[in-house]
């Protein structure tokens, strides 16, 4: 068994948000490791246009499950189909008028990268890119580590 988090935590005037997201896997042979996890993101952003001010804020629920091929003891391949739950609401801060919205966000993730032990450092990507997908659209840095 395999047990690894993502966690972050960033605060300013005008940016927070907050990351959680436990996994387990297990190690079934020295070339795959496969897995479950859940995840939780808060963020709160304000925007500015000329003369009106907006708070945005998103919650984000998902539940995903991953794999880690290994073709070399340094290579790592990596999948991570999910799909996410958003809700979020826009706050106009000058007349206090409130829009929310609501609805799924799938995501499958791929990368590839370098196996060091229980860690792995990994070019990842995200295949679907919906509009509300918690991933850039560009290739993105990730690192993980499975105690």
Do not use: C
Request: no cysteine; net charge positive.
């Amino acid at each position: 068994m395999r047990i690894g988090a993502n966690v972050g935590l960033s605060f300013s005037k005008d940016y927070s948000t907050v990351a959680l997201g436990p996994q387990i896997g297990y190690q079934f042979s020295d070339y795959l490791m496969a897995g479950v996890g859940v995840k939780y993101y808060y963020t709160k952003t304000r925007g500015y246009t000329y003369e009106e001010r907006y708070l945005y804020k998103n919650n984000l629920l998902g539940v995903n499950t991953f794999a880690y091929a290994y073709p070399a003891r340094f290579l790592a391949l990596f999948v991570q189909p999910e799909i996410n739950y958003l809700w979020s609401s826009v706050t106009n801060e000058v007349d206090y008028k409130k829009r929310y919205s609501q609805g799924w966000v799938p995501s499958v993730v791929i990368g590839a990268g370098l196996r060091l032990g229980n860690s792995h450092i990994t070019l990842n990507y995200d295949l679907v890119q919906h509009i509300n997908s918690p991933y850039p659209r560009t290739v993105f840095l990730g690192i993980s580590l499975f105690l």
